[in-house]
């Protein structure tokens, strides 16, 4: 399982690297998570490519640190935004969510384990200047292990810097 997350990783920042008529860019904000009514909140990482004219899109990652005793959120997830103001994207976001859910095994066969599925959401960001950005979003997370299944809903402010 843990190859699988790190293959997906490593191919999405190596389809980001070579989109070459688009901005890179990375973001870092602070989101708020609500696991099934378990809350939390922490620092999110976010870095990517943002590219078209008529339609903004971007592919990018996106990685929530939420704590020592809480589980870590990412994804990898494709955006498709229209601009519904001057410098204001709206915008639609689906693509690949994990968390992090602790360890199975024992001894030296211990190993991390991921719950995987779908996430999808809405954001809103408000280009400031040419470089930088800022914007809100909402994500919906589907995630499943095994026998394991739940929901995860994340709020997220950030600021991004495009190069």
Same mark, same amino acid.
């Not at 008529?21 to 620092?43: H, L, P, Q, R, W």
């Not at 939420?66 to 494709?78: A, M, Q, R, S």
């Given at each position: ?7 997906? /990783? #490593? ?35 976010? #870095?990517? /490519? ?19 005793? #809480? ?5 990898? !997830? !494709?955006?498709?935004?229209?601009? #519904? ?28 384990? !991921? ?10 960001? !408000? ?26 809903? /994340? ?9």
């Amino acid at each position: 399982m843990r190859t699988k997350l790190v293959s997906t /990783v #490593v191919a999405s920042m190596l389809l980001v690297s070579s989109v070459s008529a688009a901005e890179k860019f990375i973001g870092v904000g602070y989101a708020n998570v609500d696991n099934e009514g378990s809350s939390s909140s922490g620092v999110s990482l976010d #870095v990517g /490519v943002k590219f078209g004219e008529t339609f903004k899109q971007k592919i990018a990652m996106k990685y929530t640190l939420l704590g020592k005793d #809480v589980n870590n959120l990412g994804d990898i !997830y !494709y955006s498709l935004g229209y601009e #519904v103001l001057p410098s204001t994207v709206l915008a639609l976001n689906a693509g690949l969510g994990f968390e992090s859910i602790g360890s199975i095994g024992t001894g030296s066969s211990k190993t991390a384990a !991921y719950a995987i599925g779908l996430c999808y959401g809405t954001s809103l960001t !408000y280009e400031i200047s040419k470089s930088f950005d800022i914007s809100a979003s909402y994500s919906k997370y589907d995630l499943s292990y095994e026998t394991l299944h739940h929901k995860v809903d /994340v709020m997220d402010v950030s600021l991004s810097y495009s190069f």
